[in-house]
């Protein structure tokens, strides 16, 4: 049962991943363009690096994940979401704001696709019910767009560009940071054949472990011997 709690989790850091990181940037582009004189473009070009950025990031994620563990990750990118979002209305410089996408870049990587996988997909061994698991859980990331950001307009129309984007990081963080605390706080069960060494000794062996991506990315890819082979999971190929 405490799984679905897990997948409860991962929705709600994909409905906020998305709805501030993804979703808002529209919603902040124009909220900026009309209170700094500042041109499209400029602005733009901080977004597209960020999109850039984030992209790269999360290549790295599950290194992160593994280092660190689940609950310290995301409770991390939360946090560094909000700090990021409710800079953007009150730092002068465009520059400053920059950095401030250059930090939700940094938070998107450990709110995205991929941390969504990585909470979801230990507790669910089985290939079907990992599947309905995460598609559950991503469906957040359509409600992020559907609640969060039209949530937003309607805040910056009545209250304001700052206070509405206040307002939405301390909701996140109410919402998000206790719910990490509580369900988060369980290890997934040790899988067959997987290491029986408690979590933060799992870390510990990976923190002694040297990362190059560089191999990974340079590894030739899998050749089958026929056209058409198929590998089954317990390793029993199959040739038409």
Not at 34 to 45: G, K, L
Not at 106 to 119: D, E, F, K, Y
Not at 209 to 222: A, S, V
Request: glycine share 10%; net charge positive.
């Amino acid at each position: 049962m405490h799984r679905w709690w897990v997948v409860g989790c991962a929705f709600l850091l994909a409905l906020w991943g998305w709805g501030l990181g993804f979703y808002g940037l529209s919603v902040y582009l124009v909220s900026l363009r009309a209170a700094r004189p500042w041109s499209t473009s400029q602005i733009s070009t901080a977004f597209t690096a960020y999109y850039l950025g984030g992209a790269v990031l999360t290549i790295f994620a599950g290194d992160v994940f593994r280092r660190v563990g689940p609950p310290a990750a995301v409770t991390a990118a939360p946090v560094g979401m909000a700090v990021a979002v409710a800079g953007l209305p009150v730092l002068p410089a465009l520059w400053q704001r920059y950095l401030a996408m250059a930090a939700m870049a940094v938070a998107w990587s450990g709110m995205s696709l991929a941390a969504v996988n990585i909470l979801v997909a230990p507790w669910f061994p089985q290939q079907r019910d990992r599947g309905k698991a995460l598609s559950l859980a991503l469906t957040g990331a359509s409600c992020g767009g559907v609640l969060v950001a039209p949530a937003l307009l309607w805040l910056i129309g009545r209250h304001g560009f700052t206070p509405a984007m206040w307002t939405g990081a301390v909701i996140m963080l109410a919402t998000l940071l206790p719910t990490v605390a509580l369900v988060l706080r369980r290890s997934p069960p040790v899988a067959a054949g997987a290491s029986p060494l408690p979590m933060a000794a799992q870390r510990r062996e990976v923190a002694r472990e040297p990362i190059f991506r560089t191999q990974g990315l340079m590894q030739r890819p899998f050749e089958p011997r026929h056209i058409g082979e198929v590998r089954e999971p317990g390793g029993v190929g199959i040739a038409p």
